[in-house]
């Protein structure tokens, strides 16, 4: 992590949000911007979402990766990628730990992972603005 990113920001982060945790995701297309809640799991610097390869915010990162995210008192820009599919080898690790993190509803009828667009969306935070206890901390992610 950036050394402009401090310890005690880091513990705030994982105690906040390695977990299942409800964040609103920001998006843009044609100029307008669109915002929705979305199940997610931080981990080093970046969260995990499971999502559909085909769904309007999934398009809309693939036109322009840049976004932004808040929840907790966090807000926060990143970038979005699209991981493929939960199945693919290369995703097996983070998506062990996705339907750990998830199981309260993981497997309700929302998620099929037999379906091959459904995939995992990484967001690579950038730069973001943490408060906790009457302190604030502005971060710059990084290598």
């Given at each position: ?12 982060m ?5 977990c ?20 997610s ?103």
């Amino acid at each position: 992590m950036s050394e402009n990113f401090p310890k005690e920001a880091q513990e705030i982060m994982d105690a906040r949000f390695s977990c299942d945790a409800l964040i609103a995701l920001a998006t843009t297309g044609d100029n307008t911007p669109y915002v929705r809640a979305v199940n997610s799991y931080y981990e080093d610097g970046a969260f995990y979402v499971i999502t559909y390869a085909l769904s309007n915010k999934m398009k809309q990162i693939e036109k322009n990766p840049v976004v932004a995210i808040c929840g907790e008192w966090f807000t926060a820009h990143g970038v979005g990628e699209n991981m493929g599919y939960i199945r693919d080898e290369k995703n097996k690790e983070i998506a062990d730990k996705l339907r750990a993190v998830f199981a309260e509803w993981y497997d309700n009828g929302h998620v099929n992972e037999e379906d091959p667009n459904t995939c995992i969306l990484c967001i690579r935070l950038t730069d973001g603005v943490l408060f906790s206890n009457g302190t604030r901390y502005d971060i710059e992610f990084g290598e």
